[in-house]
Nanobody
Framework: QVQLVESGGGLVQPGGSLTLSCEAS????????IGWFRQAPGKEREGVSC????????YYADSVKGRFTISSDNVRNTVYLQMNSLKPEDTAVYYC????????????????????????WGQGTQVTVSS
């Protein structure tokens, strides 16, 4: 049984940094991609970033490019999201997810129609950016 557990959320001031972790267990190497998503109150779920753990390819939403970095420790089966220069509009519950199909995990409005088909989600971690 695939399990994803997020951690690292919290309260941070604008301009600050946080690193989220997504620890994965119980899946085969077929689940080679993991994505980060976020959902703010009253808003649609948004794809933030995705990593192909087999070749290291990374993908980012335009709203976070240059500020967020996704990385993977394949020994620990953990994916990280380093978030710098945080803004109040980054406030949301952040989720990691995995699926057999990479395109379901890619960030960008053109892929959002796939998100309700994603196989496995973590429980989420709250990130609040406020002074």
């Amino acid at each position: 049984q695939v399990q994803l557990v997020e951690s690292g959320g919290g309260l941070v001031q604008p301009g600050g940094s946080l690193t989220l972790s997504c620890e994965a267990s119980g899946f085969s190497p077929d689940y080679y991609a993991i994505g980060w998503f976020r959902q703010a109150p009253g808003k649609e779920r948004e794809g933030v970033s995705c990593i192909n753990r087999s070749d290291g390819s990374t993908y980012y939403a335009d709203s976070v490019k240059g500020r967020f970095t996704i990385s993977s420790d394949n020994v620990r089966n953990t994916v990280y999201l380093q978030m710098n220069s945080l803004k109040p509009e980054d406030t949301a519950v952040y989720y990691c997810a995995t699926d057999l199909r990479l395109e379901r995990l890619l960030p960008g409005p053109q892929y959002s129609g796939y998100y309700n088909q994603i196989g496995y989600w973590g429980q989420g971690t709250q990130v609040t950016v406020s002074s």
